[in-house]
């Protein structure tokens, strides 16, 4: 398994205003991800995050409103920019990792980080 | 696009029951991946199915697939209390060129409310 720890697990933020969220693994993992949940709603895949390139974004999504980072093999950040409530939701981030061969890979997701943006 | 449906959206069950929770998927798939969200949580991860036939339990949770109807069930046996939560399958596309790696797309959720 893989145990994963995002920061900070939550904040209140004003609107224009931007937030980091990290999110650090405890094993080395090719690829991370990022979802986020809207209130009360299921997950949807912002972006994916390999060390050593750009981040690749699904439909809806952009660099410049998400900013991702992906310096090593064990950490990742998303930074929300120019904040509106809209945003406010829960981002989680996730690695996939091999557990065995009954199992088969598996994706693993962090704590979350809830969001409040006024 | 892959969509991914969930049913029933809601489901209140008697302890001691039995029951199932459908996942219907429009492509391809490589992976299904059912997870458990307690209110407030983050997703516990429950059960990966890889191919057509697959069948997994875990205590009184037991997950199918049918690749062919594009469809896996979670079969609960006995409800008890503590399995009361939202439960998501999610999919991983067929991952040709190897774009799609890891990208799940989730169902609605099911939030399942086990009472006495």
């Known amino acids: 398994s893989a145990v994963i720890s995002q920061k900070p697990s939550r904040d209140i933020c004003q609107r224009g205003t931007s937030l980091t969220i990290q999110c650090q693994v405890d094993s080395q993992v090719t690829m991370m991800f990022w979802y986020r949940q809207q209130p009360g709603q299921s997950l949807t895949l912002i972006a994916t995050?390999?060390?050593?390139?750009?981040?690749?974004?699904e439909s809806g999504f952009v660099i410049d409103k998400f900013p991702i980072s992906r310096p090593n093999l064990t950490f990742s950040t998303l930074t929300v920019s120019n904040m509106s409530p809209e945003d406010s939701s829960i981002y989680l981030c996730?690695?996939?990792?091999?557990?065995?061969?009954?199992?088969?890979?598996?994706?693993?997701f962090g704590p979350g980080t809830r969001l409040t943006v006024l | 696009e892959l969509k991914v449906e969930q049913n029933p959206l809601f489901l209140s069950m008697q302890e001691g029951k039995n029951y199932t929770i459908y996942c219907n998927y429009s492509t391809t798939s490589d992976r299904l991946y059912w997870y458990r969200q307690d209110p407030g949580k983050s997703l516990e991860s429950l059960f990966v199915?890889?191919?057509?036939?697959a069948v997994k339990q875990e205590g009184r949770l037991m997950a199918s697939l049918d690749t062919k109807a594009r469809l896996s069930t979670l079969h609960i046996t006995a409800a008890v209390h503590d399995l009361s939560a939202t439960y998501f399958c999610?999919?991983?596309?067929?991952?040709?060129?190897?774009?799609?790696?890891?990208?799940?797309?989730f169902g609605q959720g099911t939030i399942l409310t086990v009472h006495p």
């Open positions: 999610a999919v991983e596309p067929a991952n040709a060129g190897g774009t799609s790696y890891g990208k799940l797309t």
């Open positions: 995050a390999n060390q050593g390139s750009e981040a690749t974004y």
């Open positions: 996730s690695v996939e990792v091999v557990i065995g061969w009954y199992w088969g890979d598996t994706q693993y």
């Open positions: 199915l890889l191919s057509n036939g």
